[in-house]
């Protein structure tokens, strides 16, 4: 493959680093909280500004998209090359809530660099993500001579993820059209740590699930009844523990249908991240670890379904004793999913499995309120060995690879556009996201910049349709 000198990218930026930083801290200082309704205006003002910036790039399309809530950018650069292919940049412009009072150092709508550290709401989630790219395809074209990217390059960054991303599958699905792309990179995560990078490649599911159970018309006395009725608060207890077997595995059957295990290469690559228990735990806050048999602790979160109690209350919780069988109780659970699992399909089983499970005399209602699917890229996939050599250009260093437990909307984009879904960021644990004295480490923003650079000549060359 020609590739262009890494030296002719990183010249590139070295000449324009410090007006890169300069516009990404005006960006920065506009305090785009969309939890807030009274910064709905400014969250507005960065989505404008935003889309002034990604023109003043050299993106021929820059507009600011409506939803029924607060407005997302999208921005279209067209390669002109007939096989290039097509990729999506997704990240958002709001930011958590934050103030001065919180406990921050310096003013968190203020940015302040620190040594080779840049301070401010936003700088690594999302803010600093998306704006490499900005610098990234300007050193592209400039270290290849090219006058528009080696990719069709499009971006959407929505301004409502830090508040559940409520709109945001109906705006994908009313402009699935112009989103349309053979690969999303979602650039709104991190890696490992600053020594170990790696890019992820995939996502957990989530089913939420709440189960209602209602027993006597109302509280009724244990002594005159206790024993001859059944207790709606025993139930959800049976519920509770009958979830898992003895070896920690989900009970319900079916409930692991389609699940696409692991192979042998990723659980090898995994075993090679420095994972240290001890320090997981201490940032789990738990004081111990207990998971599915035949798994270690990164597996279980990364790659393995799970059903977890998230709440189970009824009858008689105050001081003393009330001798009772209560009216009713309740349970609400989630189910973490991996790929292969179907959201339907799970919810089926879990009602099959509680209907057969609650006895005569007792009423219930079970509610699966919401769910996101889960997305896996596999390791070979062509797009996510281009984004690897990318960064391994980049970090002059291996990369390996991790999943991430969570879920998100990246699965809304998988879903409508049918493509498979890249997790690229620079940001490490440490960048301290939703939290206060949130940062970016510059030499990592700029890391961020090569690869951001690198891809798209890689993506042109490799990835052709
Ligand atoms: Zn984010």
Same mark, same amino acid.
């Given at each position: 493959m020609t590739k262009t000198p890494d030296s002719a990218v990183r010249s590139f930026i070295d000449r324009h680093e410090d007006a890169f930083l300069a516009d990404l801290s005006d960006w920065l200082r506009i305090p785009s909280v969309s939890a807030d309704p009274d910064r709905a205006g400014e969250v507005r003002r960065s989505a404008e500004w935003l889309a002034d910036r990604l023109r003043a790039t050299g993106f021929p399309v820059a507009e600011v998209w409506e939803t029924d809530g607060l407005p997302a950018v999208f921005a279209e650069w067209p390669s002109g090359d007939e096989g290039a292919p097509t990729v999506l940049v997704y990240g958002h412009h709001d930011v958590q809530p934050a103030a001065r009072?919180? @406990?921050?150092?310096?003013? $968190?709508?203020e940015p302040a660099v620190v040594g080779r550290r840049l301070y401010a709401r @936003? =700088? =690594?989630?999302d803010k600093g993500q998306v704006f490499f790219h900005t610098l990234g395809v300007r050193a592209h074209l400039a270290a290849t001579g090219?006058? =528009? $990217?080696a990719v069709n390059l499009k971006l959407l960054v929505e301004g409502e993820e830090e508040s559940g991303s409520p709109n945001f599958a109906a705006l994908v699905r009313r402009e699935a059209e112009r989103l349309a792309a053979d690969v999303v990179i979602i650039s709104d995560t991190g890696m490992w740590s600053e020594t170990t990078p790696t890019v992820c490649t995939g996502m957990r599911g989530l089913a939420d699930c709440q189960i209602d159970l209602y027993g006597p018309d109302s509280d009724i006395h244990s002594g005159s009844f206790g024993g001859a009725v059944p207790n709606p608060a025993a139930v959800a207890a049976e519920l509770a523990a009958g979830l898992h077997d003895a070896d920690r595995k +989900? =009970? +319900? $059957? @079916?409930?692991?249908?389609g699940v696409v295990e692991l192979t042998d290469e990723e659980r090898a690559l995994f075993a090679r991240l420095p994972f240290d228990e001890e320090q997981w735990l201490r940032v789990a806050k738990s004081h111990g670890t207990r998971g599915e048999a035949g798994y270690t602790t990164l597996e279980r979160v990364w790659a393995r379904p799970t059903a977890e109690v998230n709440g189970v209350w009824g009858g008689y919780t105050g001081p003393g004793g009330k001798t009772i069988v209560p009216a009713e109780a309740h349970l609400k659970l989630s189910f973490r999913l991996v790929a292969g699992q179907e959201v339907e399909k799970v919810r089926e089983s879990v009602a099959a499995w509680v209907s057969e499970r609650v006895p005569e005399g007792i009423r219930y209602e079970i509610a699966f309120p919401g769910a996101t699917r889960p997305c896996l890229t596999p390791l070979d996939h062509p797009a996510l060995r281009s984004t690897v050599r990318a960064m391994e250009r980049a970090f002059e260093q291996e990369v390996l690879f991790t999943r991430e437990g969570g879920s998100g909307p990246a699965a809304d984009l998988q879903d409508v556009l049918g493509a498979p879904v890249l997790f690229l960021g620079i940001s490490v $644990?440490?960048?301290g996201w939703h939290s206060i004295n949130e940062k970016v480490e510059l030499d990592l923003l700029r890391k961020g910049v090569e690869t951001s650079a690198h891809l798209w000549e890689d993506l042109g060359e490799n990835f052709r349709r």
């Open positions: 009072e919180d @406990g921050w150092d310096t003013d $968190p709508f @936003g =700088a =690594a989630d090219r006058t =528009a $990217p +989900v =009970a +319900v $059957p @079916g409930f692991y249908d $644990p440490s960048d």
